[in-house]
Structure formats: structure tokens, C-alpha cells
């Protein structure tokens, strides 16, 4: 993906909302509603067909990873937080995995001086991770350093697959006070879908969840 962003100049288009952010915020839109490259913040458009735009072959690095990801993919696209630049606190209402909507950050460039925080937590982005990220909470980061931070963002909607995958991964979470919440997050997001696959599931994850309680109950 390097490799493919560095020889790709054209087609960034700015961040609309300069309310947002300081500095330099663009995007390249590889799959977007009605296939527009220009629409790189897809949540702002509801009830819209996604299809890949006209930039879409020229990254097939991406072709090959988001046909791995064995989920309904809505936007897939390359947001670059330029060098000096910061994203102000704010939330992407409704933008969560217990909302039915997941949205995964595939770190392709970064620098040890970008802050990324969700709430007070600093989400430790390294080159070559995906992370899901509750972007209902608030949010906000700051490129301290002198080169680019490019991350290729997808939007997928949650399903039994997504749910498996984010529930066996590495957990870093800001609920440190509640060691349950994203299983029971992720068991109500399960029972919204009600499709035999994502109700057995959440059967298994609620099992697990009060076994964890029971074991936990009553120790000093």
C-alpha cells in the first residue's frame, strides 16, 4: 500500500469541514455512495449504495485485503492527516459496533509522534494494525511529527463474522471500569441483527460473560 500511495498524487480531495480540523486533512474515496470518489465522508450521506469509485484499481493491495473481510463493506477510503495537522474532539454519531456499524483503521503510514486519543485513552497506532475504534466516542489527534499519517479507514456492517474477529482479538478499552461493557455491547449489537448465526453467538458470549461474574463474585 505504500508502494501503491506513493506513486498516486492525484484525486485527494480536503476535508469539507474546516471546523474539524487545523492544518491539511484529505482523502482519497476508493468505495463511496453511488461510486463518487468526491464523497469522501460517507456518513453524511443515509440509505446510500455503496460501490468502488474510479480509484478503487489502483490500490490492488486493498482489492486483496477487503476481500478477506468476509463482512458487508460500505466505504473504504484513505484519510492523510498531513505532517503539523490536528482533528478536533468530536464523535461520528451512531458510529459504533453495538449501532450495527463497525469502523476499522488499517494503519499504512505513521510517525512515533502522532496522538491519537479516544476519550483520555492514546490509541498506540503502529504501521500495519487494524483497529476497531467506537467512533461515537469522543476523539481527536494531533501529527506532532514531520511526515504524513495515512490510514485506510473501512466502514462494515456488523455481522456474525465481524463479531467473532473483534471479540477474539487483542482488547484495549477506555471502560476500564467496567470490564464487560464491550461483550455486552457486542451481545445487544448481535441481538439486534437476529439471524440464527449472530443469536447463537450471543448466546455463548453471554454465557461467558456470567460465568466471568459468577467466578468473580464474592472474591477478595
Known amino acids: 500500500m505504500q508502494t501503491e500511495l506513493s506513486s498516486f498524487k492525484d484525486g485527494w480531495k480536503a476535508h469539507f469541514n474546516k471546523y474539524y480540523y487545523e492544518g491539511s486533512w484529505a482523502g482519497l474515496a476508493l468505495r463511496s455512495p453511488g461510486g463518487q470518489s468526491k464523497n469522501i465522508i460517507p456518513e453524511l450521506i443515509t440509505d446510500a449504495v455503496y460501490m468502488d469509485t474510479e480509484l ?12 478477506t473481510l468476509k463482512c458487508p463493506i460500505k466505504s473504504v477510503r484513505f484519510l492523510n492527516l498531513q505532517a503539523g495537522a490536528i482533528i478536533k474532539p468530536h ?9 450495527g456499524e463497525a469502523r ?10 502522532v496522538k491519537f486519543y479516544i476519550e483520555d485513552d492514546r490509541v498506540p ?10 467512533a461515537n466516542l469522543m476523539h481527536r489527534v494531533s501529527n506532532e511529527g514531520s511526515t504524513d499519517r495515512i490510514h485506510l479507514i473501512i466502514d462494515c456492517e456488523v455481522n456474525n463474522w465481524l463479531s467473532e474477529m473483534i471479540t477474539l482479538s487483542d482488547e484495549s478499552s477506555s471502560r476500564e471500569d467496567d470490564p464487560g461493557y464491550d461483550t455486552s455491547m457486542i451481545i445487544y449489537a448481535l441481538r439486534r441483527k437476529n439471524e440464527e448465526g449472530t443469536n447463537r453467538l450471543a448466546d455463548e458470549l453471554e454465557k461467558q460473560l456470567n460465568d466471568a461474574k459468577t467466578n468473580n463474585a464474592g472474591s477478595f
Open 104 to 113: 476499522l483503521h488499517f494503519t499504512v503510514i505513521t510517525n512515533p509522534d
Open 91 to 99: 464523535r461520528d454519531n451512531e458510529l459504533a459496533f453495538e449501532k
Open 125 to 134: 497506532f503502529k504501521e500495519g494494525d487494524c483497529w476497531y475504534m467506537n
Open 56 to 67: 478503487m484499481p489502483s490500490f490492488p493491495s486493498v482489492i486483496e485485503l477487503v476481500n
